[in-house]
């Protein structure tokens, strides 16, 4: 692995579980999560810029990340009985991974 692809996934490994939170709490993520198919993968990218919640603007847009985010129903985790889980990959590192309980 090269120096920069480190440091690129250092960067993710940081800041996956910022972009979990703000993400999991965002109106539009979670309606469009909700009402789509599970693993249904959606790019959050400077591409969605609209949809990115402000804290996390800076993250996207300045270091260039992106990742992929849907609803599943296998995870390794264990979160409340109901709960509506959310998978997050960066998209250059598929092993970074997050789980969201809503």
Known sequence: MSE???SRLKLYK???EDIT???SQSNYWRELLFNN???KKFLISSESQHEIPNYIKPLIFNFKLQFY???V????EEFDEGSIIF???ALEFP???RYSGN
């Open 87 to 89: 998978m997050f990959e």
């Open 14 to 16: 940081k800041y996956i």
């Open 95 to 97: 092993s970074v991974v």
């Open 4 to 6: 920069l692809q480190k």
């Open 21 to 23: 939170l703000e993400i």
């Open 73 to 76: 129903l296998e995870y390794p």
């Open 37 to 39: 198919d599970y693993n």
């Open 69 to 71: 985010v849907s609803k």
